[in-house]
């Protein structure tokens, strides 16, 4: 089974609305991080989370980690068509140095 | 401070033909990564490298995928023979040891279209 599982799968929204992704581990988390992809792209780090609780923000982008429900959630708060593009999650789940990644979202948003 | 390269950027092969794949780390970065991102999928590792020894390789497709990394620096991956369900977009990563997972930074990939 998946070891990380991300919600919704794909999201098209209007412009100026907010959205929250989520994403879900099997297994204890020792670092939760979020990228962005563009379509065929590299990804771009965006965020980096490790402490139960732990909240943080660039610019209209947060991310919140729940450690007790090895959960994490990324909200975009009125969204730009500069947001589109893919939203990946990645776990560190060996303490240490390699990171599993979840299936993404593709986000679209609509002028 | 440079980034992690890859080329090609791009490569159309014909099934049960080869291909290869190349990747320049960040200087300085022990760990390296490949990863492959099937469409509308999340990005799987193949193989992990520290220095130029094997960390994990489990999920390496052995029967017709390498790597290696014989200096410690660049690396290559390579499929042979190619089959339809390896078109795919082949990321590169690499990362200091002491930051681990948390320095991670990945190149533009290698976009493989098997036809």
């Known amino acids: 089974s998946q070891e990380l599982e991300q919600s919704p799968q794909s999201l098209i929204v209007q412009e100026g609305k907010n959205l929250t992704i989520n994403c879900t581990s099997s297994k204890t988390l020792y670092g939760l991080y979020w990228y962005k992809q563009k379509y065929g792209e590299g990804l771009i780090f965006l965020m980096m989370l490790q402490k139960g609780g732990e909240e943080k923000s660039h610019e209209k982008i947060t991310a919140k980690l729940d450690e007790k429900k090895q959960q994490s959630s990324l909200h975009i708060t009125a969204s730009q068509p500069s947001h589109a593009g893919i939203y990946l999650c990645g776990a560190d789940v060996n303490a240490g140095n390699m990171l599993t990644f979840g299936g993404g979202t593709r986000l679209m948003v609509k002028p | 401070e440079a980034g992690v390269a890859q080329s090609p950027r791009y490569k159309i092969i014909e099934k049960r033909q080869s291909v290869a794949f190349w990747c320049n780390p960040i200087s300085g970065h022990a760990t390296l990564y490949w990863y492959q991102q099937i469409l509308g999928q999340g990005p799987k590792l193949l193989i992990q490298?520290?220095?130029?020894?094997?960390?994990?390789d489990s999920q390496l497709p052995k029967d017709r995928f390498s790597a290696e990394r014989l200096k410690g620096v660049d690396s290559t991956l390579k499929i042979q023979p190619a089959k339809l369900e390896d078109s795919a977009v082949y990321l590169c990563?690499?990362?200091?040891?002491?930051?681990?997972?948390?320095?991670?930074?990945f190149g533009s990939g290698t976009r493989l279209t098997v036809v």
């Open positions: 990563a690499s990362s200091s040891l002491r930051q681990g997972a948390r320095g991670y930074t």
């Open positions: 490298f520290q220095n130029n020894g094997v960390v994990d």
